[in-house]
């Protein structure tokens, strides 16, 4: 099987015998102990299958519900809010303008020069007198 | 090598009144040729008996997406090879060791199932330090004469690809061998 090194070649050319032996007994019965593993597994399987489904459906039945429930729950309060926002816009009346846009209808005064000066008088606080007396005063002169 | 009807096997399989009948006539024809092939990577009658076990219960189970796309044997030979390379894992991660001081250790004489003098020891110790493909390549070649065509079929690596593995396993087992004269 292996050759001399000294004819440079190690392994045999012609190949050579696998140098492990099993008896013939024990292949006389591996088909039997195999099978025998097998049904064993199958046994475990189907036992496992057995246990398994009766708490799974129980599990999956109460989760079902639960998430139905939710979804059910859900779908209510949006059909509700749904509704009353509906019959708000139809039978609650409706103010023609909100304080907000009062507010800004008043600010958007036409200013013409009388108007004007009134408004920056009582701005600043002085009176007609004042502006007089201003205008006359010997300050204003020089 | 016992033949067997595929075609019959594979209508048999999807019966359930005959599938377990028919897997039993598979484990009867191919046990012992799977056994040799698993044997070539863990090397050890214990471990073999171990995965091959758990091959045919891993057959077993795949059993109904088996739609003979490739022969029975291929089939059985693919799972028994992931299987025996699981377990090297397995067994490397357990020692805790690297492979090669694991290989260094390997002690055939002492196996009762080795059947060879201190040469084919020294020769299985070499061909132990090889990587798992390049053991199934040189055992199949070395040992079983087989053709490289049919172990591409086989292992589904092309003819090249293992001349190129068996002449590299060759050259491995050579320089350990001198290594040790």
């Known amino acids: ?142 | 090598m016992a033949k067997i009807d595929e075609q019959d096997i594979l209508k048999r399989i999807q019966d359930p009144q005959s599938k377990r009948r028919a897997f039993e006539e598979i484990v009867n024809v191919y046990s012992r040729q799977l056994y040799w092939k698993i044997h070539y990577v863990v090397q050890n009658h214990d471990d073999t008996d171990d995965v091959l076990q758990n091959t045919f219960i891993k057959a077993w189970r795949g059993l109904d997406n088996f739609k003979g796309d490739s022969a029975i044997f291929t089939w059985l030979y693919r799972i028994a090879y992931n299987e025996s390379i699981t377990f090297l894992k397995q067994r490397k991660q357990m020692t805790s060791i690297d492979d090669e001081d694991f290989v260094e250790q390997a002690n055939f004489v002492a196996d009762e199932y080795f059947d060879g003098d201190n040469t084919q020891e020294l020769l299985m110790q070499a061909v132990s330090t090889l990587p798992a493909k390049q053991k199934q390549v040189f055992c199949m070649k070395y040992f079983e004469d087989k053709k490289y065509e049919e172990i591409s079929d086989l292992v589904g690596t092309s003819v090249g690809a293992l001349k190129a593995s068996y002449h590299i396993a060759v050259e491995k087992i050579t320089n350990f061998i001198k290594s040790k004269e």
Do not use: C
């Open chain 1, 1 to 142: 099987m292996i050759m001399s090194t000294k004819n440079n070649r190690i392994l045999a050319p012609e190949g050579g015998r696998y140098p492990f032996k099993v008896s013939d007994e024990y292949f006389d019965s591996l088909t039997a102990r195999i099978m025998e593993q097998i049904d064993s597994v199958e046994q475990e399987i189907s036992e496992k299958n057995e246990e398994v489904p009766a708490q799974s459906t129980k599990l999956f039945d109460i989760h079902k519900n639960r998430r139905r429930n939710l979804w059910i729950s859900t779908i209510s309060i949006a059909a509700s809010l749904v509704l009353i926002a509906t019959v708000a816009l139809k039978f609650i009346p409706m103010p023609s303008s909100t304080p907000v846009e009062q507010q800004k209808a008043e600010t958007n005064v036409q200013y013409t020069p009388e108007n004007y000066n009134e408004d920056l008088m009582n701005y600043t606080m002085v009176d007609n007198v004042d502006v007089y007396y201003y205008l006359s005063s010997e300050d204003f002169g020089e």
